[in-house]
């Protein structure tokens, strides 16, 4: 759908909302809800643009729960429904289901114009000034026909990941093809590090992580876990896990193991502490207050357990594309030790333990990346009439002057 399209016109020239505030700064997020990190990463963002802009309600469009911004967020927001991406479609924690996302796309992509036109029509009517899209491309589809501008944030696009599949990539083509060009008309493109396939943006940033909140001497008095004793929390991000390791955790009673999303409610034995995926504990603040995190490589426990500085035992998803540039970016910066997915998943990655634990802590003294993306919107949003930057020879021109 183009530009002059007469419906895209007529919301153009239509934009009127009860609830309109003239004051009020409006910024719609297109989120992908493939897992939680590009959800804790957009939190991120969102928390440090809205602590430096005061009257800024942000339009978040996913299906990723609502909870979980409720919990992430202080500045107010409101939560929309919408499936703005596919991703991967997942078995578990660590598999893919690379058919069933295939038969997932064919159904999603091309986007529906009708789906593009009503979301455009909600958010000139809630007169957005900004569009974040943290790797969903329907946002970005979506600012170019309502004609504001859109900001990419990313570590990887779809259309890498999909190319890196050869035994699809033939039946992927067309959808490779079309989300990249998509991707290209993006306004402003930033990168997060770890960055898993480098490209011309107009900004690269550190890894982008929710804040801590609550110190690790309070959220181990909460846990009333002993000072004497080490911390381990075990991760697989997003996606709950039942291991099948927890006996093998009580020989270690020197240790406290923290294990969220591994029970539906809260329960305490041993040396044992199973949370429900949403708990009344802030993850950032539960890798804070470890000793060691084991668990699966991901973009969120990666920026996560990069700010708090403490060893990483990590197990990474094979042969998923995004692996060699997380785990390459963990050996350079990061102290730690890798686990293949079958010693994680069957609790042999304990006899590293100790030496896991022997890590030094590392202090951190460089920015969130989310306060440098923060303070590049905030210069976007000064200058109104700012040049959109729609095509790939824009940026290497830039990429280049720079």
């Not at 159904?107 to 969903?136: G, M, S, W, Y």
């Not at 067309?174 to 480098?198: G, M, N």
């Not at 609790?347 to 590293?352: D, F, V």
Request: charged letters at 20%; proline letters at 7%; glycine letters at 6%.
């Amino acid at each position: 759908m183009s530009l002059t399209h007469p419906y895209v016109i007529d919301i153009l020239k239509n934009m009127k909302n009860e609830n309109h505030r003239p004051d009020l700064l409006r910024i719609a997020c297109f989120i992908s809800p493939h897992g939680f990190g590009h959800a804790a990463r957009a939190a991120a963002t969102i928390e440090a643009v809205g602590t430096r802009l005061a009257s800024c309600h942000f339009e978040i469009f996913t299906t990723v729960p609502s909870w979980f911004f409720a919990d992430s967020l202080s500045v107010p927001f409101s939560w929309h429904p919408v499936t703005t991406d596919i991703g991967l479609v997942q078995e578990n924690a660590f598999t893919e289901d690379i058919e069933r996302t295939l038969m997932s796309l064919n159904t999603f992509l091309p986007f529906n114009p009708a789906l593009v036109a009503d979301l455009a029509e909600q958010i000139c009517r809630k007169q957005c000034h900004l569009i974040l899209c943290d790797i969903a491309p329907l946002g970005i589809a979506v600012g170019r026909i309502s004609r504001i501008p859109s900001v990419l944030i990313e570590n990887f696009t779809w259309d890498r990941i999909y190319a890196g599949y050869p035994s699809v990539a033939g039946m992927m083509a067309r959808h490779i093809t079309y989300l990249r060009r998509i991707f290209d008309t993006a306004d402003h493109h930033i990168q997060t590090e770890p960055v898993c396939f480098r490209d011309a943006a107009d900004l690269t940033v550190g890894p982008v992580s929710r804040g801590f909140r609550t110190t690790a001497p309070e959220i181990r008095r909460e846990l009333g876990i002993p000072d004497v004793k080490k911390v381990v929390l075990i991760t697989t991000g997003g996606i709950p896990e039942r291991h099948g390791f927890l006996d093998q955790l009580k020989k270690f009673a020197d240790t406290t193991f923290i294990l969220p999303g591994s029970s539906r409610s809260p329960e305490l034995y041993d040396n044992l502490v199973l949370l429900p995926h949403r708990s009344v504990f802030f993850h950032p603040d539960l890798v804070n207050a470890s000793d060691a995190v084991v668990g699966k490589v991901g973009y969120s426990t990666i920026a996560e357990v990069y700010a708090a500085g403490v060893p990483f035992g990590h197990a990474a998803r094979c042969p998923f594309p995004e692996t060699p540039g997380l785990v390459d970016f963990i050996s350079r910066k990061m102290k730690g030790i890798a686990l293949s997915e079958a010693d994680f998943g069957s609790g042999r990655w304990l006899a590293i333990l100790p030496k896991l634990l022997e890590l030094p802590r590392q202090p951190r003294k460089a920015s969130n990346g989310s306060e440098q993306i923060a303070a590049y919107i905030c210069k976007v949003l000064e200058n109104r009439n700012i040049t959109r930057r729609t095509t790939p020879e824009y940026r290497e021109t830039q990429q280049t002057s720079r």
